[in-house]
Nanobody
Framework: QVQLVESGGGLVQAGGSLRLSCAAS????????MGWFRQAPGKEREFVAG????????YSTDSVKGRFTISRDNAKNTLYLQMNSLKPEDTAVYYC?????????????????WGQGTQVTVSS
């Protein structure tokens, strides 16, 4: 059974940092596209960052560019999101997602596997 388990969320002050991890099990995702999404209370889920199977191609939404870095370790079947200079508007539940054939990275419907989410709260 495929499982994606996020960890690393928590409460942090504005300007602080967190590192999210997403450990995959049940299947090797080394050839899959992986991404991070987030959903704030009362808002729609939004794409945060994505990475190609090789790790060479990375993508992020404009609001996190220069602050968040996505990476992966295929040997560990794990996805990461390093979040620096956090802002209160980054507060959300963060989800990792994996897709075999992802064309539109921001389209959650193209990802076949999702984690349960981890809460990130940034206080001002």
């Amino acid at each position: 059974q495929v499982q994606l388990v996020e960890s690393g969320g928590g409460l942090v002050q504005a300007g602080g940092s967190l590192r999210l991890s997403c450990a995959a099990s049940g299947r090797t995702f080394s050839s899959y596209f992986m991404g991070w999404f987030r959903q704030a209370p009362g808002k729609e889920r939004e794409f945060v960052a994505g990475i190609t199977w090789s790790g060479v191609g990375t993508y992020s939404t404009d609001s996190v560019k220069g602050r968040f870095t996505i990476s992966r370790d295929n040997a560990k079947n794990t996805l990461y999101l390093q979040m620096n200079s956090l802002k209160p508007e980054d507060t959300a539940v963060y989800y990792c997602a994996v897709g075999r054939y992802v064309v539109n990275k921001a389209n959650g419907g193209e990802y076949g596997y999702w984690g349960q989410g981890t809460q990130v709260t940034v206080s001002s």
